[in-house]
């Protein structure tokens, strides 16, 4: 089974300032990986997925996450942090099997910009 | 906007009751997928529909159930519900089975009181 470690509940950084949240995860094969983003009250939006091809990969407003198969990472970083950036975070894994393709979630990370 | 929409978008009912969530998937999305999200647990996978029929299970309970119509609506039927059954739970769909990118609601709040 997979799963996905998204270590601290909180991280809390200046505006304009480097953007880090960790995920590892856990798989017996290799996984697609996601991060979405959830603002106070409304639903999960992706930022972005790695599935397969370039490791690197951008999403929506500035942010950007690296596969690393060798660290079992895929961390979410951004430039430069904004105070829209505020919200709730979570990383999670899929299993292409073919059959199904639910979402496994981290436990999310809070992520608030200090003016 | 995900195009995924769910009602009601709040509920208040009593332990021991029934509810019933509702949601709909994108124009032409033919998978659903219902999640819970609790202070306790996080957001867990509870089971995913496509094209009517049950396609995975994750960690749903005995008194909850789930179906998906020809018009591929989805209803999520909670019954005997307990304190620990508050949660916001999520609907997401998705074009197809292997469509790993997965479009959510914006989620029905259950207060069991």
């Known amino acids: 089974a997979q799963s996905v470690t998204q270590l601290g509940s909180h991280v809390s950084v200046s505006e304009g300032a480097l953007v880090l949240l960790r995920c590892n995860y856990s798989s017996s094969v290799p996984p697609y990986l996601f991060w979405y983003v959830q603002y106070p009250n409304q639903g999960l939006q992706l930022l972005l997925k790695y599935t397969t091809g370039a490791t690197l990969v951008k999403g929506i407003n500035g942010f950007e996450a690296e596969f690393k198969k060798s660290e079992t990472s895929f961390h979410l970083t951004k430039p430069s942090a904004h105070m829209s950036d505020a919200a709730e975070y979570f990383c999670a894994v899929s299993v292409p099997t073919g059959a199904n393709s639910k979402l496994t979630f981290g436990k999310g990370i809070t992520l608030s910009v200090r003016p | 906007d995900s195009g995924v929409t769910q009602t009601p978008k709040h509920l208040i009912t009593a332990t021991g009751q029934r509810v019933t969530l509702r949601c709909s998937p994108r124009s032409g999305d033919l998978s659903v997928y219902w999640y819970q999200q609790s202070l306790d647990q996080g957001l867990q996978f509870l089971i995913q529909y496509y094209n009517g029929e049950e396609r995975a299970k994750g960690n749903i309970l005995e008194r909850f159930s789930a179906q998906q119509f020809p018009d591929l609506h989805s209803e999520l039927n909670l019954s005997s519900l307990e304190l620990g059954d508050s949660a916001l739970y999520f609907c997401?769909?998705?074009?197809?089975?292997?469509?790993?990118?997965?479009?959510f609601g914006p989620g029905t709040r259950l207060t069991v009181t």
């Open positions: 997401a769909s998705s074009p197809t089975t292997a469509s790993y990118e997965q479009y």
